[in-house]
């Protein structure tokens, strides 16, 4: 089956460590995103990346790097200097050909103490 | 900057009822897409439907569909026949541009009444 995959669900880290969220998909889609969701807010974009070793910084990307070294896979590292990772990090993927609606991993849950 | 306002924090329906959740967008753009998904307690987004913006015609799938008034941009989602399974966060989105430009609303929350 085609799709979207985070790991692992629930992630926990200490402060200060970088800790490095998966997602990978198998739609052959060429752009990838990755957003940030907060208890009760809405998406905020972190970064996103239209082709293999090219991306661009979303609205919130300080604290934040990503790489695109295949098209399947667009890992997102927190740094330490991210002042509040703890949130729910949901990964997403979009193709030329299907009118631009993204779709969506399950999300990780990131808690960090 | 192209903007996604949702009015509606919360809304109710009776089960078996219809709804519909508000959206207006602000956009300087005369070809886009407009979207809504839906994001129930498991957090996993799900596409619920999507409108081009050069079509006229309102889509439709299955118990939703819109009413997409480009000239008021305004695009609102209409679900008849609520079902308990509806109850979940309802958000709005925007695309122009390829890979760029993909604005979400601050979502309604939804929930169903038996």
């Known amino acids: ?113 | 900057a192209q903007t996604v306002t949702q009015s509606q924090p919360e809304m109710s329906v009776q089960e078996a009822e219809t709804v519909t959740l508000s959206c207006t967008y602000d956009t300087s753009e005369s070809d886009y897409y407009l979207f809504w998904y839906k994001q129930p307690p498991s957090r996993q987004m799900i596409l619920v439907i999507r409108q081009e913006a050069y079509k006229q015609q309102n889509a439709t799938e299955n118990r939703f569909s819109v009413n997409f008034q480009k000239a008021a941009k305004s695009f609102s989602l209409k679900i008849s026949d609520s079902q308990l399974g509806d109850a979940a966060m309802y958000f709005c989105a925007y695309s122009h541009n390829y890979g760029q430009n993909f604005v979400f609303g601050p979502g309604t929350r939804l929930s169903v009444l038996p």
């Open chain 1, 1 to 113: 089956d085609g799709g979207i995959t985070q790991s692992p669900k629930y992630l926990f880290r200490k402060e200060g460590q970088n800790v490095t969220l998966s997602c990978e998909q198998n739609l052959n889609h060429d752009a990838m995103y990755w957003y940030r969701q907060d208890p009760g807010q809405g998406l905020r974009l972190i970064y996103y990346s239209q082709i293999v070793n090219d991306f661009q910084k979303g609205d919130i990307a300080e604290g934040y790097s990503v790489s695109r070294e295949k098209k399947e896979s667009f890992p997102l590292t927190v740094t330490s200097a991210q002042k509040n990772p703890t949130a729910f990090y949901l990964c997403a993927s979009s193709a030329r050909a299907t009118g631009y609606e993204q779709y969506f991993g399950p999300g990780t849950r990131l808690t960090v103490t």
